[in-house]
C-alpha cells in the first residue's frame, strides 16, 4: 500500500479504549451474526463514504448472509465515532460484509464496490469530507488481495476514458475491524429515511465473473 497521509500517527492519535463497544452482533435484517470468524462465509471488507448507505448496498445483494459497520485502517483501538469523526484515530468508516462464495464471487462485491462511489476523491465522498471518508479495499488473503488490484487497475482505464483523475483507493491487509456503535449497524433499515451520501461516478465497471 502506498503512503497516505493521515495528518495522525501512532504516536498522537486517541488512545481509544482496551474493551469493545458492546453491540447485539446479531444482523437487524437476515437475523444472522455480525461477528465472525464464519463457518461457510467468505469475508471482505470496503470503504466507500458514509457506511449508513455503504451498507445498505451490500446487504442487498444476493449471496450476502451479513453486513456490519465499524472503522479500520487507523491507530486507536475500540474507537467510538466521535473519535473517528475528529480525525484523531487515522480509521475509515467501513462496512464487513460475510457472503457467500456459492452464490456470489469476491469480484462481484469489488464491481459493485467501484460502482457505487467514486474513488478518485481522496479524504472525501461528495459533501461529506475527512479521512474517515476514504475510499478503501481491506483484504483478506493473497486471492482477495490480487482481485482487488486487479480490478483497480482496470477500472482506472474505465475512468480515465471517462475524464476522471487518478483513483485515490486504499488497498491493504485487513487489519482489526472495530464494530461501530449499535445504532450505526444497519442504520438505513431502521431509519429508512435516513441520510445516504453515497453515490457513483456513473461509469460502468465491467469486471465480474471474468475476474475471478
Request: contains cysteine.
Amino acid at each position: 500500500m502506498s503512503h497516505i497521509d493521515l495528518g495522525v500517527t501512532s504516536a498522537t492519535a486517541l488512545p481509544g479504549r482496551p474493551t469493545a463497544i458492546e453491540i447485539s452482533a446479531v444482523h437487524a435484517i437476515f437475523k444472522t451474526p455480525m461477528a465472525g470468524p464464519f463457518e461457510s462465509w467468505e469475508t471482505a471488507v470496503f470503504a466507500l463514504g458514509c457506511f449508513w448507505g455503504a451498507e445498505r448496498i451490500f446487504w442487498k445483494m444476493d449471496g450476502v448472509r451479513t453486513t456490519a459497520v465499524g472503522y479500520i485502517a487507523g491507530f486507536t483501538e475500540n474507537p467510538a465515532y466521535e473519535e473517528v469523526c475528529s480525525g484523531r484515530t487515522g480509521h475509515t468508516e467501513a462496512v464487513l460484509v460475510g457472503f457467500d462464495p456459492e452464490v456470489i464471487r469476491y469480484s462481484e462485491l469489488l464491481q459493485q464496490f467501484w460502482q457505487s462511489h467514486d474513488p478518485t476523491q481522496g479524504m472525501r465522498q461528495g459533501n461529506d469530507r475527512g479521512t474517515q471518508y476514504r475510499s478503501g479495499i481491506y483484504t483478506y488473503g493473497e486471492q482477495q488481495a490480487k482481485l482487488a488490484a486487479s480490478s483497480k487497475d482496470r477500472y482506472q482505464e474505465e475512468l480515465a476514458s471517462a475524464g476522471f483523475p487518478t483513483i485515490t483507493t486504499e488497498i491493504a491487509a485487513a487489519g482489526e475491524f472495530y464494530y461501530a456503535e449499535e445504532y450505526h449497524q444497519q442504520y438505513l433499515h431502521k431509519n429508512p429515511q435516513g441520510y445516504c451520501g453515497i453515490g457513483g461516478t456513473g461509469v460502468s465497471c465491467a469486471i465480474g465473473l471474468d475476474l475471478g
